[in-house]
């Protein structure tokens, strides 16, 4: 079951990013429930980045979200507390040029508070809390026949896996698989993740799944996913 816990580029945009009130307390790693009454839309996916510094980190104020046309520029460039700007680059994969990676390097809580003060940002959460937020409000923006018919059993049989942490900047521009399908028809979302410093500031990379391919995913059957690695 599914718990509570939402390419082309263009040239940077700003994104306003509202302060979070709470996170509600999640266990990842096992299926979860659809918070009901959700009406939270997507995140637009040339805001992402912007989006996803404010919620991880509960952020008090907005981000600034550069977009890179090539991954060479993303692979150089770097996070920035002051202007409090994150880097965004999008990956995709089919013949119309839906996302299906997005790729972000956000800053640490700590970082922020050590530049606009303790009321700056409130924790750091991982980046699998995002891919909740982004498969949940995808799920709540199918229309109910698309529900009806949403693979996974009607995108209630989801597992959120923990971070997969790389042990450096270098590793973790290696995404992995995004999306895994167990033994027993259960879909894993994964993210991974490094958390170091970089200039003297504390940084938080993340690859998440874009909304479109989470929604591709629900509907598309003729999508197929690779097999969840069995822990050992």
């Known amino acids: 079951m599914f718990s509570t816990d939402t390419p082309s580029i263009a040239p940077q945009t700003a994104c306003g990013i509202a302060t979070l009130a709470a996170l509600v307390a999640l266990s990842v790693g096992a299926p979860a429930t ?3 009454g959700s ?3 997507p995140w637009p996916t040339d805001e992402f980045c912007g989006r996803a510094q404010g919620y991880v980190t509960l952020a008090s104020r907005p981000a600034r979200n550069t977009l890179h046309e090539g991954y060479d520029s993303f692979r150089d460039s770097a996070a920035s507390v002051q202007p409090l700007e994150a880097q965004q680059y999008t990956v995709a994969d089919d013949a119309q040029g839906r996302a ?3 790729s972000c390097k956000l800053v640490t809580a700590e970082a922020l508070r050590g530049v606009y003060g303790p009321e700056a940002a409130r924790t750091d959460s991982s980046c699998s809390l995002v891919n ?3 498969f949940t409000s995808v799920l709540a923006s199918l229309t109910p026949a698309e529900r009806a018919n949403a693979r996974f059993g009607q995108g209630k049989k989801v597992a959120f896996d923990r971070d997969t942490v790389a042990t450096s900047a270098a590793e ?3 995404p992995g ?3 895994t399908v167990d033994k ?6 994964t993210s991974r993740s490094w958390t170091g410093t970089e200039a003297g500031r504390g940084v938080r990379h993340c690859h998440f799944i874009a909304p479109d391919y989470a929604r591709r995913i629900l ?3 003729s999508l197929s996913l690779p097999a969840t690695p069995v822990k050992r």
């Not at 027993?184 to 979302?189: E, M, N, V, W």
């Open 39 to 41: 009406t939270t839309a």
């Open 177 to 179: 698989e995004l999306a």
């Open 100 to 102: 299906r990676l997005i």
């Open 184 to 189: 027993r028809g259960t879909l894993h979302l």
């Open 219 to 221: 509907l598309d059957g």
């Open 34 to 36: 659809l918070a009901q």
């Open 132 to 134: 909740r937020n982004t």
């Open 172 to 174: 973790w521009l290696e």
